[in-house]
T-cell receptor
Framework: AQTVTQSQPEMSVQEAETVTLSCTYD???????LFWYKQPPSRQMILVIR??????QNATENRFSVNFQKAAKSFSLKISDSQLGDTAMYFC???????????FGDGTTLTVKP | DTAVSQTPKYLVTQMGNDKSIKCEQN?????MYWYKQDSKKFLKIMFS???????INETVPNRFSPKSPDKAHLNLHINSLELGDSAVYFC?????????????FGQGTRLTVV
């Protein structure tokens, strides 16, 4: 079974600074997807970024980028130029291409301070 | 247009009652899910349907019964509600066939059993 670990239950960052959220996972599979989802206080779950395991290049989406280390099974999320609207709970998720479901980490609550 | 919509958004009911939560997606996706997010914000999959067929059924009490009348709908019926069923329930969908595996989530249904 796959497991996803987010070791930081809570983090905070000053507005405009950079923060990195950590995520590690455990799997014996070689083909899979990794995701970061954001859940703001509005409760809506929103996809932030995705990474295919077969791609060596780290995914980026504007101020969001990942550091994907396949050998280390690590998938951290970097948020640059943090904004107040980035305050949310962030979930790391893993999906085996054959499993048909995503396994989520326990989440990291990020607070951006003005 | 809302991509994945759930109704109701809030549901307060007494123990022992039977209730349903409806979910519809207009994205043309072939796979739909139900997730449960408990009071600690942990997100766990409950069910997954692909083209109206149940493909994932995690360890969930049989008081929970999903129903998929067509590809665009996945409803969740809960019998004999218990206090521990209080949680936020998320419906989601994705398109497995093309490999776009990220899930699009509904806005969640906050169920409170009193």
């Amino acid at each position: 079974a796959q497991t996803v670990t987010q070791s930081q239950p809570e983090m905070s960052v000053q507005e405009a600074e950079t923060v990195t959220l950590s995520c590690t996972y455990d799997t014996s599979e070689s083909n899979y997807y990794l995701f970061w989802y954001k859940q703001p206080p509005s409760r809506q779950m929103i996809l932030v970024i995705r990474q295919e395991a077969y791609k060596q290049q780290n995914a980026t989406e504007n101020r969001f980028s990942v550091n994907f280390q396949k050998a280390a099974k690590s998938f951290s999320l970097k948020i640059s130029d943090s904004q107040l609207g980035d305050t949310a709970m962030y979930f790391c998720a893993f999906e085996n291409t054959n499993a048909g479901k995503s396994t989520f980490g326990d989440g990291t609550t990020l607070t951006v301070k003005p | 247009d809302t991509a994945v919509s759930q109704t109701p958004k809030y549901l307060v009911t007494q123990m022992g009652n039977d209730k349903s939560i409806k979910c519809e997606q207009n994205l043309g996706h072939d796979t739909m899910y139900w997730y449960k997010q408990d009071s600690k914000k942990f997100l766990k999959i409950m069910f997954s349907y692909n083209n109206k067929e149940l493909i994932i059924n995690e360890t969930v009490p049989n008081r929970f019964s999903p129903k998929s009348p067509d590809k665009a709908h996945l409803n969740l019926h809960i019998n004999s509600l218990e206090l521990g069923d209080s949680a936020v329930y998320f419906c989601a969908s994705s398109q497995k066939r093309t490999g776009d595996t990220e899930a699009f989530f509904g806005q969640g249904t906050r169920l409170t059993v009193v």
